[in-house]
């Protein structure tokens, strides 16, 4: 990637950070006193969140390199990668608008432009992918541990999420096996304002469309091991995340079993993600944390001064993989 594309990236995450900080419903003094209060806590939250990029970046490490013979890109160049891409996405409205191209056009020098289209959207795909099989996890989890609690508003929450997650994972199985690129791109053709340009890049791209529809479904088919090693990170790594909230609620005094912390997480996410548009989701993130808490028999602000560290810590992860932008970059074009 050329500097001045690296600079047009920097600069819109650090307008987009400045604007967060500014929309926070704290004064600095809070947010200083809420940071020195978690003390040592709060770094190892911040370190627990290096090991789950290791292991998001183990995943994408597998789709890029697997069943090709190209010189392997370094692990820690792909984590930094990793870390800037899930920052981007972090601070971008609707999500997946910077991180995704950022992270195409710096692999594009290692791999080529297919290979580095297509493993990227494999790896969104996966990330995404395992959303759903976390939610439904955390479903299957709720009712083994809290069935004695469910009431009938519970009750249907559960079946919509359910239905809604076993909708999401067919078809994502099935763009697994077919790609989905060219469909999307077709699709975009009957979009109003779009769909002049949509028109001229499928007929301009479209040979290329199909190789990345054929490489997205012949991990799939032809290399599962790889497919399920993916998946299995990016479940992993949701799993270990939430050793966060086991963390943060020590610090308030609150005890509970890391079960409820991935059931806190997995419906506070689910809230979140359905407020997409939202940059970081802001406050969205908390009010599912004061609803999650609340359905496990915590007080709302507990969820809500949970959520605000969380944030904070989102923060710091935000500016550091910004700061990694500008560091460690290859001379290769």
């Not at 099989?133 to 004695?148: I, R």
């Not at 079946?159 to 999307?184: D, Q």
């Not at 808490?293 to 935000?318: D, F, P």
Request: charged share 15%.
């Amino acid at each position: 990637m050329s500097a001045k594309v690296r600079n047009i990236f920097f600069l819109i995450g650090i307008a987009s950070v400045v604007v967060m900080v500014i929309s926070f419903d704290m004064t600095l003094d809070a947010i200083t006193e809420n940071v020195v209060r978690a003390g040592r806590w709060f770094v190892l939250a911040c370190l627990l969140w290096v090991g789950v990029y290791a292991i998001n970046a183990l995943g994408w490490r597998a789709i890029i390199h697997d069943g090709t013979d190209r010189k392997r890109i370094p692990f820690w160049r792909i984590l930094k990668f990793t870390i800037t891409g899930f920052s981007l996405n972090c601070v971008t409205p609707v999500g997946l608008m910077g991180g995704e191209p950022y992270r195409i056009m710096e692999l594009k020098p290692y791999v080529g432009v297919e290979r580095a289209t297509s493993s990227t959207l494999l790896y969104v795909m996966m990330h995404i992918f395992s959303h759903f099989w976390f939610w439904m996890l955390s479903v299957v989890l709720y009712l083994f541990c809290y069935s004695q609690l469910i009431t009938l508003a519970m009750g249907i929450l559960l079946a919509l999420t359910v239905a809604f997650c076993s909708l999401a994972i067919y078809v994502f199985m099935r763009g697994y096996k077919k790609g989905f690129t060219l469909r999307l791109m077709q699709a975009l053709t009957h979009v109003p304002f779009i769909k002049g340009w949509a028109t001229r890049f499928c007929a301009d791209k479209r040979q290329t469309l199909l190789e990345i529809d054929q490489q997205i479904a012949a991990l799939h088919a032809t290399r599962p091991a790889t497919f399920y090693f993916a998946l299995g990170c990016e479940l992993s790594a949701r799993i270990i995340s939430s050793a966060e909230i086991l963390i943060f609620l020590h610090l308030f005094g609150v005890t509970v079993n890391f079960a409820d912390c991935i059931l806190i997480l997995g419906f506070t996410s689910l809230f979140a993600n359905a407020l997409f548009f939202l940059p970081m989701q802001l406050g969205a993130r908390e009010g599912g944390f004061a609803m999650a808490a609340g359905g496990l028999m915590l007080t709302a602000g507990v969820g809500v001064s949970l959520g605000l560290l969380i944030r904070l810590r989102e923060l710091v992860c935000v500016i550091i993989g910004l700061a990694l932008m500008k560091v460690g970059n290859s001379r290769r074009s």
